[in-house]
């Protein structure tokens, strides 16, 4: 399956303390979803700015004149649209702002949204889990309230619900159609950042976190409007504002800011609401703790996973996370063996893209990535478990695939695990084909789309060079698998459905046309596709 994690709280006594180079590792993000439509290519747009024949100094002084271009000319549709913006922004503001309240619990301050008329306010768990059951919320008429903390998202999420103490008729926030948000819209902020209640500002949805389930926003948000509404043209709720990207310290907003999807809030609503929230907060696996340094080839590190760490948000699963730095076209190993729990990896580019992820690979529930550095720069480890509640040891290794066993087991250290062999050659193998990436996922509910088919896909990206002649093999026994290979320049260059009549696997055969980054789409015939698969990447020269 594939994991996701999000970001650090915006709380002005709680700031990102990795350092600005692996904080801007995850939270940057270069470039869009790669989509492209099955059977034809898909070529990135391009601009063509077409040359006069005459030079500046051709033009003559009379053809360009103050009068050719005067007021008249544009004001009246500047002025429209201005017009037209100004009213979108007022409504928006008067029809939200009276069901946002900024609340105080004694440490800290946030926001939070009046969602019901007789007082149930939705804000972040991080403004009031240390508030001891109750604080006091602010409305916009200048009404202070005393709030009960009723419940925490029981998976981890970053949502809070209050109710209001013998509250009735109050103003509320209306809450935007689940799946209705788009890159582009225009985005508004209301809270209370550094303490200043219904502050208002504007912006865009930036981005659609698909992996890691947030809204991307250059609206501002700072400290104190965690837990505030991001809201949409109809004064609708379509996020809860949580998080935003800082070079640390007490820095404000740099425009860029993330809330937690309308989607996840309805889910927990209804988990409120049916007597199934915490009663506590969990950690939330918000980066707000710095990333254990792993060097290549040193003796594996042990770990734990134990009550009270940190948690991913999609699913409730543990983990830890490792940085190190790699270099373009290195080939390593990551090897994570475990007794205890299901082991899960995935590591990350210095843009916060999966490289690759591996369940199983390692044999038994051990898991095991051989990958090729597509880039550069600083990696992510992401130590994981499969399942929610899973506790135990585990030992983490990163190794020079060339150095590494292929067995599973480490190399200068035994976990104990019940290992097995991968079955495939390492990358600097002399025995037959080189395998420049092997990994193993799953296609499930919540993975990126294709636009064309709504079938699902997972990326995996490699590094290869000109006139490299490549097998591609995707593999799975639950469903009819599709691949499609993606050059650097984002052009689809090969696809394949069934690599033979009756057989349902997919193979790729390609000589590479240039050198740079390659994307590899696992992807199914249909949106019905669910279920594990296993991708090789081989070279053959």
Not at 32 to 40: C, D, F, V, W
Not at 137 to 147: C, H, P, T
Not at 228 to 237: D, R
Request: with cysteine; glycine share 12%; aromatic share 6%.
């Amino acid at each position: 399956m594939m994991k996701h994690f999000f970001l650090s709280c915006v709380r002005p006594s709680c700031s990102l303390v990795w350092g600005t180079a692996l904080t801007t590792m995850v939270l940057s993000q270069p470039g869009q979803a790669i989509e492209p439509y099955k059977s034809q290519s898909v070529v990135a747009p391009t601009i063509q700015v077409s040359e006069h024949s005459t030079g500046l100094g051709a033009i003559a002084p009379a053809t360009i004149t103050p009068a050719t271009i005067t007021p008249a000319t544009i004001a009246p549709a500047t002025i429209a649209q201005n017009s037209r913006d100004e009213e979108i922004n007022i409504r928006v503001y008067e029809q939200a702002s009276p069901g946002v309240v900024a609340i105080d619990v004694g440490t800290a301050t946030g926001s939070g949204s009046i969602i019901t008329s007789n007082g149930l306010v939705l804000t972040n768990a991080h403004v009031v889990e240390d508030a001891g059951g109750s604080v006091t919320v602010k409305l916009a008429d200048g009404r202070e309230l005393v709030a009960d903390v009723v419940g925490f998202d029981p998976m981890g999420r970053d949502l809070a619900a209050l109710q209001i103490r013998n509250g009735r008729n109050l103003p509320t926030v209306r809450l935007a159609s689940p799946n209705s948000v788009r890159v582009g819209q225009r985005a508004f902020a209301i809270g209370s950042p550094f303490g200043l209640s219904n502050t208002f500002t504007i912006g865009i949805v930036s981005r659609l976190d698909v992996d890691d389930g947030m809204i991307q926003t250059d609206a501002a948000i700072n400290p104190g409007n965690s837990g505030g509404p991001l809201l949409n043209s109809n004064a609708e709720m379509v996020g809860v504002n949580t998080a935003i990207y800082t070079t640390g310290g007490n820095a404000g907003s740099i425009g860029i800011g993330f809330a937690v999807p309308i989607d996840q809030v309805n889910t927990f609503i209804a988990a409120v609401e049916s007597g199934q929230s915490a009663t506590t907060a969990r950690h939330t696996g918000a980066l707000d703790f710095a990333p254990t340094p792993i060097q290549l080839d040193a003796p594996p590190i042990d770990g734990r996973f134990a009550e009270g760490d940190h948690v991913l948000p999609s699913d409730g699963s543990l983990f830890d996370l490792y940085a190190f730095n790699g270099q373009a076209g290195q080939a390593v190993t990551i090897a994570m063996d475990s007794t205890d729990v299901d082991s899960y990896l995935v590591l990350l580019d210095s843009g916060g893209n999966r490289v690759a992820t591996d369940d199983d690979g390692g044999g038994s529930f051990n898991a095991r990535i051989e990958t090729v550095l597509p880039n550069s720069g600083n990696y992510l480890i992401v130590a994981n478990t499969y399942q929610a509640r899973e506790l135990g040891g585990y030992r983490l290794q990163l190794m020079n695939s060339n150095r590494a066993t292929g067995n599973g087991s480490f190399n200068g250290g035994n976990s104990g695990a019940n290992s097995g062999a991968t079955g495939l050659p390492g990358p600097n193998s002399s025995q037959g084909p080189s395998t420049i990436l092997q990994t193993r996922g799953r296609l499930e509910t919540g993975d990126r789309i294709l636009s064309d088919d709504q079938s699902l896909f997972d990326e995996h990206r490699f590094n290869g060079r000109g006139g490299q002649q490549l097998e591609i093999l995707l593999t799975s026994t639950e469903f009819d698998t599709y691949l499609i290979l993606v050059g650097p320049n984002g052009e689809s260059l090969a696809q394949n459905d069934d690599r033979a009549q009756g057989n349902p696997n997919s193979r790729i055969q390609i000589t590479l046309p240039q050198s740079g980054s390659y994307s590899v789409l696992v992807n199914s015939y249909d949106a019905t596709g669910r279920g594990a698969y296993e991708l090789q990447v081989r070279s053959r020269n």
